[in-house]
């Protein structure tokens, strides 16, 4: 009965790679994000998607892609890995994008580049 | 400088007493205030939201928005062990579609 889960829980890669993270969420939402959280702790939005369109692009290096397949799955596809994208990674949900929506996050996806 | 500043931490207090955190903003646009809380290798979980300026208590848990002053704060009175975690305060501003921003997050050790 996870809400918000994603796949994988730890990903440690070589610079240069590429690689992806999923996200779902079996809320009903509308409304899905990609967050990026750095070692201290800061938390930084970087994408979001309303029914399947992209509604906040923050700048993020365009290695960054993200991907609606449908409004319940955000994935998050990244080239040519380097160090500095080592990071937590958190998708989060909310019901339709609006500023009193309480957003509802996923476990996070450790990314450790080497 | 930041948007959105919050003392990293940690904060040690002792079992039963009260924890006050906060925070201070730039942007005066901002009218959501909200308080997450993070345990250890999880995501963050919503704790408190406020609208504009004012008062909001929830159980052991009050938030206060001073809007004039540009300054939140989160109290949480009879702290438990169980309340050791980062708190991270995020704010937004209208039809911001949920773009929030964050504070750094203040870790929170309540000692037994």
């Known amino acids: 009965d996870t809400a918000v889960s994603q796949t994988p829980k730890y990903l440690v890669t070589q610079m240069g790679n590429d690689k992806s993270i999923k996200c779902e969420q079996n809320l009903g939402h509308d409304t899905m994000y990609w967050y990026k959280q750095d070692s201290k702790k800061f938390l930084k939005i970087m994408f979001s998607?309303?029914?399947?369109?992209?509604?906040i692009n923050e700048t993020v290096p365009n290695r960054f892609s993200p991907k609606s397949p449908d409004k319940a799955h955000l994935n998050l596809h990244i080239n040519s890995l380097e160090l500095g994208d080592s990071a937590v990674y958190f998708c989060?949900?909310?019901?339709?994008?609006?500023?009193?929506?309480?957003?509802?996050f996923g476990p996070g996806t450790r990314l450790t580049v080497l | 400088q930041k948007e959105v500043e919050q003392d990293p931490g940690p904060l040690s207090v002792p079992e039963g007493a009260i924890v006050s955190l906060n925070c201070t903003y730039s942007n005066s646009a901002f009218q959501y205030f909200m308080w997450y809380r993070q345990y250890s290798r999880k995501g963050p979980e919503l704790l408190m939201y406020?609208?504009?300026?004012g008062n909001k208590e929830d159980g052991r848990f009050t938030a206060q928005v001073d809007k004039s002053s540009k300054y939140i704060s989160l109290f949480i009175r009879d702290s438990q062990p169980s309340d050791s975690a980062t708190y991270l305060c995020?704010?937004?501003?209208?039809?911001?579609?949920?773009?929030?921003?964050f504070g750094a997050g203040t870790q929170v050790v309540v000692t037994p």
């Open positions: 989060a949900s909310s019901l339709a994008g609006l500023d009193t929506d309480t957003q509802y």
């Open positions: 995020a704010m937004s501003p209208p039809r911001g579609w949920g773009k929030l921003q």
């Open positions: 406020t609208y504009s300026s």
């Open positions: 998607y309303n029914n399947k369109e992209l509604i």
